[in-house]
């Protein structure tokens, strides 16, 4: 009887848990971000990608020295691209989701024959300093190892 007693109780937790609607996988998170950020290349959007970024970044950093130095460098428009997930964790109270990394690689080929390999980071959710909510770092790649950063590397002090 405890036996059953106990698995009914796992299973009623477990069907009580985050449904589909209530949590986004990090794969669509991840895919509809690299979505966005590669609109936002392939038009040369220089504001569109200062919008993605955490106001903390924002505050802190010349974004737009950043984003005009890799537009110099950067030719052509898309022809391929493939999103892989980097890395993403999340940390919750009460079963809420109170903090929510993500990154992310881009590999990209334009119709010119470049390639360009995009790393990006950020919070989606960060309870506990909320301007740090949004991407902080954009890394771009070029075939010859060229980087050009737009945002910032981050270390714990940032986030406290």
């Known amino acids: 009887m405890r036996k059953f007693l106990l698995i009914l ?18 794969n669509k998170l991840m895919n509809d971000q690299a979505k966005e950020l590669l ?44 999103v892989e997930l980097g890395h993403s964790s999340d940390s919750t109270d009460d079963g809420k989701i109170t903090e929510r990394y993500l990154s992310a690689y881009i590999h990209i080929e334009t119709e010119t024959g470049n390639k360009y390999t995009i790393y990006f980071a950020g919070y989606q959710t960060i309870k506990r300093k ?13 075939e010859t190892n060229e980087e050009y950063l737009l945002g910032k590397h981050i270390s714990m002090s940032d986030l406290a």
């Open 9 to 26: 109780l796992a299973s009623l937790l477990f069907m009580t848990g985050c449904g589909e609607s209530d949590y986004e996988t990090d």
């Open 130 to 142: 909320p301007s740090m909510q949004g991407i902080y770092r954009i890394s771009i790649t070029t």
């Open 39 to 82: 609109v936002y290349i392939d038009n040369r959007d220089a504001e569109g990608l200062r919008g993605v970024f955490s106001q903390d970044v924002l505050d802190t950093v010349d974004l737009d020295d950043q984003i005009e130095s890799f537009f110099e460098i950067y030719e052509g428009k898309i022809s391929t691209s493939d």
